[in-house]
T-cell receptor
């Protein structure tokens, strides 16, 4: 069985400051890792994913995440946030070897960017 | 518009009533799933399907039924609504293992 722990339920930050949203996972098998973003009253949108290869993955809007196998982490970072980044962020994991690969989500981190 | 369409967006039910949440996708995705979202608990998998005619239970299947007669549609049925089923329900689809899910905009259900 897999599990995901997002270490912060809420992260307040000022505009243009850096931010890190922390995610740790537990799994006995090889995994795929994902970050999703949910804006108010909307569905989730895929932000970025790690399947294999380079451990640093980037999104089109400046976020990046690094897969650290030894620490079983997949923290999300952005060097300078904008007001528009205010949203809830979910880390998720799936078994890369399973035919279906159920997606297990963390509890979510609410990022609030203040002017 | 390509994507995942969920109806209705809002619904209030009385305890014991039944209803069907509709989900349709036009991307020819084989994999479809239903999740419920509750505050502080993330999203939990209710049921999923890997193709027409094939469904399986997720983490929290009790009180829900699904069927997949076509690739496009994946309805979720609440058999006898209970207050514990008050939640936001999301349908999602993806093309293959490892690809990201496309989510619908959700159905906010209140059971009184």
């Amino acid at each position: 069985a897999q599990s995901v722990t997002q270490l912060d339920s809420q992260v307040p930050v000022f505009e243009e400051a850096p931010v890190e949203l922390r995610c740790n996972y537990s799994s006995s098998v090889s995994v795929y890792l994902f970050w999703y973003v949910q804006y108010p009253n909307q569905g989730l949108q895929l932000l970025l994913k790690y399947l294999s290869g380079s451990t640093l993955v980037e999104s089109i809007n400046g976020f990046e995440a690094e897969f650290n196998k030894s620490q079983t982490s997949f923290h999300l970072r952005k060097p300078s946030v904008h007001i528009s980044d205010t949203a809830e962020y979910f880390c998720a994991v799936s078994d890369s070897l399973a035919s279906y690969g159920k997606l297990t989500f963390g509890q979510g981190t609410i990022l609030t960017v203040h002017p | 518009n390509a994507g995942v369409t969920q109806t209705p967006k809002f619904q209030v039910l009385k305890t014991g009533q039944s209803m069907t949440l509709q989900c349709a996708q036009d991307m020819n995705h084989e994999y479809m799933s239903w999740y419920r979202q509750d505050p502080g608990m993330g999203l939990r998998l209710i049921h999923y399907s890997v193709g027409a005619g094939i469904t399986d239970q997720g983490e929290v299947p009790n009180g829900y039924n699904v069927s997949r007669s076509t690739t496009e549609d994946f309805p979720l049925r609440l058999l006898s609504a209970a207050p514990s089923q008050t939640s936001v329900y999301f349908c999602a689809s993806r093309i293959r293992q490892g690809s990201g899910y496309t989510f619908g905009s959700g159905t906010r259900l209140t059971v009184v």
